[in-house]
C-alpha cells in the first residue's frame, strides 16, 4: 500500500472520530438546557404559589393568613406595634392583634390558657415558665437585649446624677414590681451600686412606672433606656454604669397551643428579619 493511500485512510477516520464527538457534545447540551429549564421554572413555581414566604433571611416560612395574637413586653409596645403594621402589608391576608403588659402576668395568661399565638418576653426567667409548662412550641429566640436608665422629670429637678442619688432626701422613687422583668433588672442594678431605697410604689409593668414620671407623681423611676428614648418628649433620661450589670435579653417563640400556628411562625421569623432588626436597634435595642 502506498503511503498516500495510508495518509488518506487515517484522515477520513481522524474525521469521522471528530464527527462523532460533535453529535454527542451537542446532544449533551440539548439535555442539559431541558434540565436547567426545568430547574428554572420549578424556582419561578415556588416563588409565585403563594404558599411559603421570607423572614427576611432567606429562609422560607409559611405565608400568613387569620389573626395573629401577640402576647409581647409592654417595652415592646412602640416597635411591635409599628412591626405589626409592617407584618400586615407584607400579608394581606393576616391581622396582627397585641396584648402588651408585664412579662411575667403575660406568662400566667399564657399557662391558665389564654389563646396566644407568640409570646415576647422582657427576660428570659418569665419566657421559661411558660417553656417549663410546654407552652413555648420549639426553642424561643433571643431577638434584641435592653439595659435600664432613669427617667426623671423634663428638667430633672433633684439633679440625679446616678442610682445613689436616689436615696436623697425627699427624692420619690417607682420601680416596678421584683417579679416583673424591669423590677428584677432594676434590683440586680442597685445591688451592683451598692444602694439601698424603699420605692413609694411598685409598678406591674414598665409603662407604669414611667407614667408615674410623666404625671410628676414620683421624682425618678427605673425604666429601659428605649422607654425613655420613646418617651423623650416628656421625661429625660440619665444613664448610670451599673446598667450593664442588668442587661435584658428578649426571647420569642410561638405558642404550643396557637389557634393560627402558620401565622405564629411567619411572626416569629419576621422579628429576627433584617427588616424588623433594623426598626427595634432604631428604638434603642442591642442586638443580641
Do not use: W
Not at 138 to 166: C, E, S, Y
Amino acid at each position: 500500500m502506498s503511503t498516500r493511500t495510508t495518509a488518506t485512510r487515517r484522515l477520513a477516520v481522524a474525521a469521522a472520530a471528530a464527527l462523532v464527538l460533535s453529535l454527542g457534545a451537542t446532544a449533551c447540551g440539548s439535555d442539559g438546557g431541558k434540565s436547567s429549564g426545568s430547574a428554572s421554572a420549578a424556582a419561578t413555581t415556588a416563588s409565585t404559589d403563594g404558599t411559603t414566604g421570607t423572614d427576611g433571611t432567606g429562609a422560607g416560612v409559611p405565608k400568613a393568613k387569620g389573626d395573629i395574637t401577640v402576647f409581647a413586653a409592654a417595652s415592646l409596645k412602640e416597635t411591635f406595634t409599628e412591626l405589626g403594621k409592617k407584618f400586615e402589608a407584607a400579608n394581606p391576608g393576616a391581622k396582627v392583634k397585641f396584648n402588651f403588659g408585664g412579662s411575667s402576668a403575660l406568662a400566667t395568661s399564657i399557662n391558665s390558657g389564654a389563646p396566644a399565638d407568640v409570646f415576647a418576653a422582657a427576660s428570659p426567667a418569665t419566657m421559661k415558665t411558660v417553656t417549663d409548662a410546654g407552652g413555648a412550641s420549639g426553642q424561643p429566640k433571643t431577638f434584641v437585649r435592653n439595659t435600664l436608665a432613669i427617667a426623671v422629670p423634663k428638667g430633672n429637678p433633684k439633679h440625679v446624677a446616678g442610682l445613689k442619688d436616689l436615696t436623697g432626701s425627699g427624692v420619690k422613687v417607682a420601680l416596678c414590681a421584683k417579679e416583673v422583668p424591669c423590677g428584677a433588672a432594676a434590683l440586680t442594678a442597685l445591688k451592683a451600686a451598692g444602694v439601698d431605697l424603699t420605692p413609694v410604689t411598685l409598678e406591674q409593668d414598665v409603662k407604669g412606672a414611667l407614667t408615674k414620671v410623666e404625671l410628676g407623681e414620683v421624682d425618678a423611676s427605673l425604666v429601659y433606656k428605649t422607654d425613655v428614648r420613646s418617651d423623650a418628649a416628656k421625661i429625660d433620661g440619665v444613664d448610670f454604669p451599673e446598667a450593664d450589670k442588668a442587661v435584658n435579653d428578649y426571647p420569642i417563640a410561638a405558642l404550643a397551643k396557637a389557634p393560627n400556628k402558620d401565622g405564629a411562625a411567619a411572626f416569629v421569623a419576621y422579628v429576627q428579619s433584617p427588616e424588623a432588626k433594623q426598626v427595634l436597634t432604631a428604638a434603642g435595642f442591642q442586638a443580641p
